[in-house]
């Protein structure tokens, strides 16, 4: 989507270390930020969600932040895990529907 | 549930041939959205309905693409004529209401190939 910038395009790392993938968004009436994730031939699914009331959210291994004044938000994995290889997509939402980055390709080597 | 359920899931037609997409949302769930899916654009919205009626359309590339909710309960994407550049991943996907912050459930996906 033109209104979410997201990169890396693809990130590789060896299994074990952190990945960090980054978007911006350009409409400040965005207050929600999903992460979908999206293995090779299947749908996208949702792995984690922020707010905007929120800065910082994590769940195991994945976790999110959100500077709503530098309008960026992060999607952080630690300990990758070579099952953790996936697209994954940034999305913003401010009205009925959510835009898209166009993905970052994560691999993850053993 | 089962899901957001699409059909066919795989489809390879003819240039000029008409193409329907079919959805089924998640039982109970008020919105609807088409989205299609290229290398190049990545997701891209193409129409979303709320309460089986069409919001924004913005997203249609033409008007060879036209959709459908007659029912709460399923919506149709249909191209008419094809062509060889709408070959792409159709997803269709539902939320339980409409507006931010509401998870939107995508479907398998619909790969369709226009030769």
């Known amino acids: 989507g033109e209104n979410v910038e997201q990169h890396p395009s693809t990130l590789s790392v060896q299994e074990g270390d952190s990945a960090v993938i980054k978007c911006t968004y350009s409409d400040s009436a965005s207050n929600y930020f999903p992460w979908y994730k999206q293995e090779l031939g299947k749908r996208p699914q949702l792995i984690i969600d922020i707010r905007s009331n929120v800065g910082e959210k994590k769940d195991q291994r994945i976790a999110v932040t959100l500077n709503k004044t530098a309008k960026h938000f992060s999607l952080h994995i630690t300990e990758t895990q070579p099952e953790d290889s996936a697209v994954y997509f940034c999305a913003e939402g401010s009205g009925y529907a959510l835009n898209f980055g166009k993905g970052t390709s994560l691999l993850v080597t053993p | 549930d089962a899901g957001v359920i699409q059909s066919p899931r795989h489809e390879v037609t003819e240039m000029g041939q008409e193409v329907t997409l079919r959805c089924k949302p998640i039982?109970?769930?008020?919105?609807l959205f088409w989205y299609r899916q290229t290398m190049m654009r990545g997701l891209e919205l193409l129409i979303y309905f709320n309460n089986n009626v069409p919001i924004d359309d913005s997203g249609m590339p033409e008007d060879r693409f036209s959709a459908k909710m007659p029912n709460a309960s399923f919506s149709t994407l249909k191209i008419q004529p094809s062509e060889p550049r709408d070959s792409a991943v159709y997803f269709c996907?539902?939320?339980?209401?409409?507006?931010?912050?509401?998870?939107?459930?995508f479907g398998e996906g619909s790969w369709l190939t226009v030769v």
């Open positions: 996907a539902s939320s339980l209401v409409a507006g931010p912050g509401n998870t939107i459930y």
């Open positions: 039982s109970g769930h008020n919105s």
